[in-house]
């Protein structure tokens, strides 16, 4: 049997080029962290949740964070909450605010109004509140103009969340649907989990807060250097529920928050504070300078079309992903994900310029060995499915259940969610049935699956 320790020693013992979360690559940044350092809520120690309005040492790390990622707005305009439980409690904190934010509650039904290819936490953070989603389907129906369709014939429509980029750094057009939300008095939350890093980029034109979202959800580690189950979740104060968002987390997190993630996120904020413009200036300069190199050796990389996070890198081959993630793993270069057509790469401004040309040498040699096939479109676990909702997330996750073959399950309504991970993006959720078009996309996922009902 494996022991954990050793397996993540040996592999972080071979100094491997690591395009994958967390941001951080391995390296460390300021003031390095060991077990001495990680110690509880003290006198002397500030308490995360209730913060000291005397000694100010989370209140200050806050206001850094809101400086730091929005320079010239941060002091008047928004607000930065940390979370120690990733962008999961960050997504949960959000939606209670924006139930503890809605004025009109008469005992009916609450909606929200969302893309199918959001994550599982947002999915469970729905089932634990008793919120039902009003589906924009993904990506065939143009989110902005479904937003005045639901609020007319919906009741009690709380609010609109979208999740932009997506795994493969597609993204969604923040200020057109800012713009829509505020003709209905909605408030607009990004899970912009995948995009803390556009903060710096170009001025943060790309990150949701400067595109008009109410609140954004951050999941710093991804592609920051901070530790796992870093977060933070940023509230324009315009935004009614702002004052609201920290009780609303405290419902869900951990009383005892990590202090090795806390200190991570200072040494985060001291590291961008001087390096996080110019860094992930060189970072994007490098990237195209390979993206443009590897096009021009014959590679294909998923193009730039519509709104996509500059940073994001998809390598795409026709049933070829796979093969080329482990090809790249035996040469000590570990990607994210795969999947049938693609490898994703997630790189961060620790991965020094010269981790791209390895990438560029080893890409070649691959191509010479393997026919590299043009791949005109790819599902990417985006999956366009029309969900037939039979029982509220909420009463589904309640109800007994039976685990079943999948080629019993059809027309059968399911208990839990099924989904790839990564990137957690579900196709068929509790409280729908499985018609033909889901059992196919779930035999196409995985030869032998069981299915709870």
């Known amino acids: ?42 006198f002397f120690t500030d308490n995360l949740y209730s913060p000291d309005v005397n000694s100010r040492l989370i209140l200050d790390l806050e206001e850094r964070i809101s400086k ?70 993904y990506p065939d129906e143009n989110f902005a103009e479904r937003i005045g369709y639901f609020n007319r014939n919906y009741r009690n429509t709380i609010g609109v969340f979208v999740t932009s980029p997506d795994y493969f750094g597609g993204m969604k057009n923040i200020p057109e649907i800012s713009r829509e939300c505020k003709k209905y008095e909605l408030a607009l939350v990004v899970d912009n989990s995948h995009g803390s890093h556009l903060a710096f980029y170009e001025d943060g034109c790309l990150h949701p807060v400067n595109c008009g979202a109410d609140i954004s959800v951050d999941s710093l580690h991804k592609t920051l250097p901070a530790l796992t189950g870093a977060a933070v979740i940023h509230a324009n104060k315009n935004y009614a529920g ?24 200072e040494n985060m904020v001291d590291y961008l504070e001087n390096y996080g413009q110019p860094e992930h200036a060189r970072l994007i300069a490098d990237i195209n300078l390979f993206k443009q190199r590897a096009t021009e050796s014959g590679l294909n990389i998923i193009p730039e079309t519509g709104i996509r996070d500059p940073y994001r890198i998809v390598l795409t081959s026709e049933n070829m992903g796979e093969k080329l993630y482990y090809y790249l793993f ?86 839990e969610s099924v989904f790839a991970y990564p990137p957690g993006v579900p196709i068929v959720l509790p409280g729908e049935i499985i018609d033909r078009e889901i059992y196919d996309i779930l035999k196409e996922m995985k030869s032998e699956i069981d299915v709870i009902l």
């Not at 395009?19 to 460390?28: A, D, R, S, T």
Request: hydrophobic share 40%; glycine share 4%; proline share 5%.
């Open 1 to 42: 049997m494996g022991n954990l320790n050793n397996i993540i020693a040996e592999y972080a013992g071979k100094n491997p080029i690591r395009f994958h979360m967390p941001g951080h690559k391995g390296q460390k940044i300021g003031i390095s962290l060991d077990y001495s350092t990680d110690v509880t809520e003290l």
């Open 68 to 137: 730091c990622f929005f320079k010239d707005t941060a002091t008047n305009q928004i607000v930065s909450y940390i979370s120690c439980g990733g962008a999961t409690l960050g997504i949960q904190g959000a939606l209670l605010s924006l139930i503890r934010n809605y004025k009109n509650k008469s005992g009916e039904k609450l909606y929200i109004i969302c893309d199918r290819n959001s994550h599982i936490s947002f999915i469970n953070a729905l089932a634990l509140l008793d919120i039902n989603p009003l589906w924009v389907v």
């Open 330 to 415: 035996e040469s000590n270069i570990v990607c994210e994900f795969f999947d049938k057509d693609n490898a994703i790469i997630i790189p961060s401004i620790l991965n020094p310029s010269e981790d791209f040309d390895v990438l560029l040498d080893v890409l070649k040699k691959f191509s010479r060995i393997y026919p590299v096939k043009s791949c005109q479109s790819s599902k990417k676990y985006n999956f366009t499915v029309n969900p037939k909702t039979v029982m509220s997330l909420n009463s589904a996750t309640k109800f007994p259940r039976e685990t079943v073959p999948a080629e019993k399950s059809l027309n059968r309504v399911s208990a």
């Open 242 to 265: 702002c004052g609201s968002i920290r009780e609303s987390l405290k419902i869900f997190a951990s009383t005892s928050p990590s202090f090795l993630i806390l200190q991570s996120i």
